[in-house]
């Protein structure tokens, strides 16, 4: 699901090395001095760059630089005025030297470059070495505009920075020198997407899927109504000739968030719900944490991502067994508090979108078990009306059906067939992120978005009134873009467009509705390298549609050659086999309350983890503490740091998440 613990492999890894933030660091000069804004206010830095800076943080500045700092006041985020230099790598040094004489102390490990964009002739990213202990994001992303460079220096607490990330893209996405203006296609009349717009299409995407290794994609193009392209490239799988088609299925993980909601409009249409109706009144035994809390949530609350309730996707990931029944959902979110006001800030949460989907099945069909009911109500309610023939929650079905396999890069570089164990993880948690469609089928799906609700024969699927309840605005995401009830809306170019994500094990995919210009679209690959090309696709659309500065191409080019600096960089960092004497410290059994055990088996010199549910090898990497950390790294695997350590006389393992900290403990 969009946001995912696993992703590209090695970028994945490195972010494992490189942005698991820490231990406090220092903040900037006179911070406690300055005031927190009341709301989203524009500023200028003396020397010319303008940005908003989001409510309730506090700003600060020194000769060459302005910083800002959270609530929490344990993260800083300066834009410095680095003047002159070779490269962006020079530039970062420069600027943290500005911002925390002597400067930067940390070793640098990557340089990857940024494309061109808007605003800026070219940029480069440094990331930095941390532990995982430390818990900090720290890194540095240079700009140049002419002979200038400007530089962002992030170095602040992790939990932190993930629960600020939607302030943070307001004030850094709107970051731009004096005197530019924003691209806007406002007042445009859109091109058509005719049999050349198509094509180029088309080429974007087999050239783009080359360069970053992606086995397969599929692609499904609507204009006005009427489909112009629906189709595939590449194979399902690699090692097998079958070619990916308009039919084949994928997962399309979190993009199931926005059918579920489309459910819950229905079931408004039809009077059964509001969207303001507390959640207990539909569903008596749900629970969120405390008594109070529990009062307060609404049906909205379920999907608006504005609760304030943090990802919590450890605990199902790592101790989800086979068969588990629908009922997890509503376990889990029983023992998990909102760490924010409900409003304040963005926060993406799987379970409660869950949550959504099983009270809205159990609304249609109360004598069912919640699992069945939903799986029932989309079939009914969504999927037949649609005519999505081919969408199902049915593993055993979709995997005898033409499917597309999942892919990720291993150790060696290559692309791999993945392992799908992690991904049956999902099936208790479905309205989140657990079904398999084809593009044949989601382009159907787009088209209702853009005729808000209307079927191809006249006929409504559902009101427009409650469809559109589902774009309202809920907490914002960027300066121009927020999130609505299982969909985002971005306005950042002047033009509505409506979309959502999707990220599971080895499948990615993305959906737009661009309703002003009558046009929808839809891309589903089965590999991990595949999300930067999802990305730049949906620039590529609107240079298309749009005449829009050519920034796609870059993007992906940009992209491949991180992805093998990320990969290069990661190879000479971790131990496969683990190092040995790491690996013979290890305990053989490690149990945790929330996220379950840890089986240590030999494989020759290699060590597995098993974690019941799905297992890996690891390998190992040294961390500039002093620990060792064990990653588990085959394809498919969830690549998340777990280091070693002890208490009490006792070994232990300990792996975080954004904002939560888990210590697996030796056991018999």
């Given amino acids: 699901m969009r946001s995912n613990l696993w992703s590209t492999a090695a ?66 985020i300066a834009i410095v005025d680095a003047g002159e230099a070779k490269d962006g790598a020079e530039a970062a040094a420069k600027a943290w030297a500005l911002f925390r004489p002597p400067g930067m102390q940390r070793k640098v ?135 990916v088609d308009a039919h084949t299925l994928f997962m399309i993980a979190s993009n199931t968030k926005g059918m579920s909601t489309l459910l819950l409009a229905k079931l408004a249409d039809q009077g059964k719900l509001k969207w303001d109706e507390p959640v207990t009144q539909l569903y008596p035994s749900f629970r969120l944490g405390s008594e109070e809390t529990t009062r307060q949530v609404l049906m909205r609350h379920l999907v608006c991502a504005c609760t304030g309730l943090p990802r ?15 009922q997890n959902t509503f376990t889990l979110l029983a023992a998990t508090e909102p760490t924010s006001k409900f409003g304040e800030v963005f926060q993406y949460n799987n379970l409660m979108a869950s949550a959504a989907g099983f009270v809205g099945g159990h609304v249609a069909y109360p004598d069912l078990e919640i699992g069945q009911a939903y799986d029932k109500a989309m079939q009914t309610e969504i999927f037949d009306p649609l005519g999505m023939k081919e969408t199902t929650f049915d593993f055993a079905k979709a995997l005898k059906a033409d499917h597309a396999s999942p892919h990720a890069l291993a150790l060696d570089g290559a692309e791999h067939v993945a392992d799908m164990d992690l991904n049956y993880e999902i099936i208790p948690y479905r309205p989140a ?176 983890f098993d974690f019941g549910p799905w297992k890996s090898h690891v390998v190992t990497r040294k961390n500039p503490d002093g620990t060792t950390a064990f990653i588990p790294f085959d394809p498919g695997a969830g690549r998340v740091a777990f280091v070693a350590g002890g208490a009490g006389g006792k070994r232990q393992l300990t792996v975080r998440d954004g904002q939560h900290a888990y210590v697996y403990t030796e056991a018999p």
């Avoid at 989203?40 to 940005?51: A, C, K, L, V, Y």
């Avoid at 919590?312 to 629908?326: Q, V």
């Fill in 433 to 608: 992120g657990g079904a398999w469609s084809s593009v044949h089928d989601v382009i159907k799906y787009v088209r209702d978005e853009l005729d808000e609700g209307r079927l191809p024969d006249g006929r409504r699927l559902v009101s427009a009134q409650n469809l559109l309840q589902r774009r309202a605005r809920s907490v914002q995401l960027g300066e121009h873009a927020w999130y609505g009830m299982g969909l985002t809306v971005d306005q950042t170019f002047g033009v509505d467009i409506v979309s959502h994500g999707g990220d599971l094990m080895g499948y990615h995919s993305d959906w737009w509705a661009l309703p002003g210009a009558g046009v929808g679209a839809v891309i589903l690959v089965n590999s991990d390298e595949g999300t930067p090309l999802i990305g730049a696709f949906g620039r590529r659309l609107l240079e298309v549609l749009y005449d829009g500065q050519p920034l796609a191409e870059g993007q992906v080019k940009a992209s491949a050659v991180a992805l093998a600096q990320s990969v290069a960089k990661t190879r000479e960092l971790v131990s496969d086999p683990p190092d040995a004497a790491a690996a013979a410290a290890l305990a053989a059994h490690y149990v945790n309350a929330d996220l379950g055990s840890i089986d240590v088996k030999a494989d020759g010199a290699k060590v597995v």
């Fill in 11 to 76: 970028m994945a890894a490195l972010g494992l090395i490189l942005a698991q933030p820490a231990a406090a660091q220092p903040a900037s000069p006179a911070a406690s001095a300055a005031q927190p804004v009341s709301a989203d206010t524009p500023q200028t830095t003396p020397f010319g760059i303008s940005f908003t800076l989001a409510k309730d943080w506090r700003s600060t500045s020194g000769p060459s630089w302005v910083a800002v700092q959270p609530p929490e006041g344990d993260a800083d």
């Fill in 109 to 243: 490990l990557l340089t990857p470059a940024l494309p061109p964009r808007q605003f800026w002739d070219e940029g480069a990213q440094v990331a930095y070495e941390v532990s995982p202990a430390e818990h900090r994001a720290v890194t540095a992303v240079a700009s140049r505009k002419g002979a200038r460079w400007t530089v962002i220096l992030i170095d602040g607490n992790a939990a932190t920075l993930e629960k600020r990330a939607a302030a943070v893209s307001l004030m850094l996405g709107g970051l731009k020198p004096s005197g530019e203006v924003r691209e806007s296609f406002a007042g445009r009349t859109p091109h058509r997407l005719d049999a050349e717009r198509v094509a180029a299409l088309k080429a974007f995407v087999e050239t783009g899927m080359k360069e970053m290794h992606v086995p397969g994609v599929a692609m499904a193009l609507m204009d006005h109504g009427q489909v112009v392209f629906e189709g595939g490239f590449g194979v399902r799988e690699l090692g097998r000739p079958e070619p």
């Fill in 312 to 326: 919590k996707d450890m605990e199902w990931i790592f101790n989800t067994k086979r068969g588990a029944p629908a």
